[in-house]
């Protein structure tokens, strides 16, 4: 492998519940390196069941950054996760030569590695009415309304994507253009190294994995978790699977076996679309990660 750079920056993607946490941490300790994490959710101090926060003792493993590191009523998207992530990066370039990236959020990772586009700002008020008529209507109604306003975008959508599909509704409504007019920008060169790591597995065990999870976090208290937060349901934070379904069973929408189903079957949907994302981009080297053989290759 051709290193341009003296620094680089390792990212160990993947599926929820491929094992992407504790590879990490063993590749971190083995580099000396700290943690920068890539996911949407657990950067959010109130949330740690439901996202599958690291425990406490893999946090004092080694350094996380990005991790409890806001609160669910502070806006983060993919340009705020974009400065913090390499203002982060670049200081800890001053101590060490590798710093290793883990997260499953793509839109994220691909912010940090390529520079994302300039979005509009969207008014609070836009997209509190969005988020309530989607909590009232429901998948369908965003999906109608993303194909009649912007058709353009709804043909390369994930369509079965609540948080991309609002995304481009708030744009549509706050401009009157397709989210597609922002996004025009060449990929970034960034001064450092970027060696793409993505971890897999056979399908069943993955899904195994996600169904033993979801039970795990039941047992571990995840509906004291969501009764805490139901006041702050509307949030965006909050419209996040593991969340939305227990919301829907204590506001008797279903049953609390309903919607422990529900979650894993979102999950799993979750993961497809994760893996669909992380296999566009040609950068990944992959591994099976029930062979440690990430842990010996050669950065």
């Known amino acids: 492998m051709s290193l341009q750079h003296k620094n680089t920056v390792i ?3 993947g599926p929820t519940a491929v094992g992407k946490t504790s590879t990490g941490i063993k590749l971190a300790n083995q580099l000396g390196a700290c943690i920068v994490s890539a996911d ?6 109130e949330l740690t069941i439901g996202v599958a ?25 993919a340009g705020i996760f974009e400065k913090y992530a ?7 370039f001053e101590k060490h030569n590798t710093v290793v990236m883990v997260g499953g959020t793509g839109l994220y990772i691909k912010a940090f590695a390529e520079g994302i586009d300039t979005m509009p700002t969207i008014p609070a008020e836009i997209r509190e009415q969005i988020i309530h008529q989607y909590e009232l209507q429901g998948l369908e109604w965003l999906q109608k309304e993303i194909k009649e306003n912007d058709p ?24 009157g253009q397709s989210i597609n007019q922002f996004r025009t920008q060449q990929p970034v060169e960034r001064p450092f190294n970027i060696v793409k790591i993505g971890l897999e597995l056979p399908r069943e065990q993955l899904v195994d994995n996600i169904n033993k999870r979801v039970d795990e976090m039941m047992a571990e208290g995840l509906l004291d978790e969501v009764k805490g937060l139901l006041p702050y349901q509307h949030l965006n934070a909050l419209q996040t699977v593991g969340y939305k379904e227990l919301f829907a069973h204590l506001n008797k929408e279903c049953t609390l076996e309903e ?19 992380f296999k566009k981009d040609k950068a990944f080297t992959w591994f099976n990660n029930n062979n440690p053989s990430v842990l010996d290759f050669k950065f």
Do not use: G
């Open 11 to 13: 990212i160990i993607a």
């Open 40 to 45: 949407s959710r657990q950067c959010f101090t």
């Open 53 to 77: 926060k690291p425990t406490p003792v893999q946090l004092a493993a080694c350094p996380h950054y990005f991790i409890n590191s806001h609160s669910i009523h502070e806006e983060v998207n």
């Open 86 to 92: 390499l203002d982060t990066v670049n200081n800890l």
């Open 152 to 175: 353009h975008f709804w043909q390369q959508a994930e369509q079965q994507n609540p948080q991309r599909l609002m995304r481009a509704l708030e744009v549509f409504r706050a401009t």
């Open 259 to 277: 919607a422990v189903e529900r979650i894993k079957i979102n999950t799993r949907q979750y993961a497809k679309r994760q893996m669909t994302w």
